[in-house]
Nanobody, 122 residues
């Protein structure tokens, strides 16, 4: 079992930055690929970024590439999402997830956090 707790969301002006954190419980964190997804009101949950178990491989959705950076710290059992140059369309609830392989779809992820709200004002 892995429990995930996100933090770091909030209200920011367009062009600003936020860093989301996802703290994982359990001693198997280093064996899981991690992903970030987001869901805006009335829309489906969509892929944002993923990182493999070792941290050596990352992937990004086209609409965040160059603005967001995913990373992980095995010593702290935490994965991060650094978000720069935020836009109003980035407003959503952001979720982290843990799975056996990195993926751009939700199905391979076994564990999910409760989400953290990110609101970007124009």
């Amino acid at each position: 079992q892995v429990q995930l707790v996100e933090s770091g969301g909030g209200l920011v002006q367009a062009g600003g930055s936020l860093r989301l954190s996802c703290a994982a419980s359990g001693r198997t964190f280093s064996t899981y690929a991690m992903g970030w997804f987001r869901q805006a009101p009335g829309k489906a949950r969509e892929f944002v970024s993923s990182i493999n178990a070792s941290g050596g491989s990352t992937n990004y959705a086209v609409f965040v590439k160059g603005r967001f950076t995913i990373s992980r710290d095995h010593a702290k059992n935490t994965v991060y999402l650094q978000m720069n140059s935020l836009k109003p369309e980035d407003t959503a609830v952001y979720y982290c997830a843990a799975g056996r392989r990195p993926a751009m779809t939700t199905t391979p992820y076994d564990y999910w956090g409760q989400g953290t709200q990110v609101t970007v004002s124009s």
